[in-house]
């Protein structure tokens, strides 16, 4: 098992270029999230997903749009990337359950020239 | 306003000490908090949970303590080695979250020096 995957590793953007950030998981959890790393402000909520077809906004939604695409599935989207975007960007996920782990994909390094 | 704050950023020790890490949270009533390590360039791994009605738990070399009255956590490594070296973050889920909803600290750099 894979566990979660996330593509690409690495991008670097132009200011203004979009971009979608893929993530699966075989785990069969209901749950997914992305989140953004950056030095000094530790790892932050950007949406998360409690199950298929549903999606909410975290901590720092703005400028970034989601797709829940079945339960495997959660995109992370730049509509109109900015060099504040640039960042290390982590999809997660958790099965259901009140005390249950949190399961991280190795991150995307994204940046926004 | 709500905050969970890692007190240090950086921690240095020997081998074969023990490692005590510090979680602080203010203005949150947490479910539970969890403890997770992240190497350089890879996603955060789970460690270890502890839930509000829980003073202790042990893994192994690592033992975490939840005192909800201090609102703080602490998070040892005994006997610590330099493959212990990494970075350690605090995570807690506040009462009535979202649920697996995390509030994430920034993380103590721990460093093992042989």
């Known amino acids: 098992n894979a566990g979660v995957t996330q593509t690409p590793k690495f991008q670097v953007l132009k200011t203004g270029q979009s971009m979608t950030l893929q993530c699966a998981q075989d785990?069969?959890?209901?749950?997914m999230y992305w989140y953004r790393q950056d030095p000094g402000m530790g790892l932050r909520l950007i949406y998360y997903?409690?199950?298929?077809?549903?999606?909410d906004k975290g901590e720092v939604p703005n400028g970034y749009n989601v797709s829940r695409l079945n339960k495997r599935e959660f995109s992370l989207r730049l509509e109109s990337a900015a060099p504040s975007q640039t960042s290390v960007y982590f999809c997660?996920?958790?099965?259901?359950?009140?005390?249950?782990?949190?399961?991280f994909g190795p991150g995307t390094r994204l940046t926004v020239l | 306003s709500q905050k969970i704050e890692q007190n240090s950023e950086a921690l240095n020790i020997q081998e074969g000490k023990t490692a005590t890490l510090t979680c602080n949270y203010t203005?949150?009533?947490?479910?539970?908090l969890q403890w997770y390590r992240q190497d350089p360039g890879r996603g955060p791994v789970f460690l270890l949970l502890?839930?509000?009605?829980?003073k202790e738990k042990r893994k192994e070399r690592l033992k975490v303590t939840f005192d909800t009255t201090l609102k703080q956590s602490l998070f040892h490594i005994t006997a610590s080695q330099p493959a212990d070296s990494a970075t350690y973050l605090c995570?807690?889920?506040?009462?009535?979250?979202?649920?697996?909803?995390?509030?994430f600290g920034k993380g103590t750099k721990l460093s093992v020096k042989p």
């Open positions: 997660a996920t958790t099965s259901s359950g009140d005390y249950n782990e949190q399961f």
């Open positions: 502890i839930r509000e009605n829980e």
């Open positions: 203005n949150y009533s947490p479910a539970y």
């Open positions: 785990m069969n959890h209901n749950s």
């Open positions: 995570a807690l889920r506040k009462v009535g979250g979202s649920q697996g909803n995390l509030i």
């Open positions: 997903s409690a199950s298929e077809g549903t999606t």
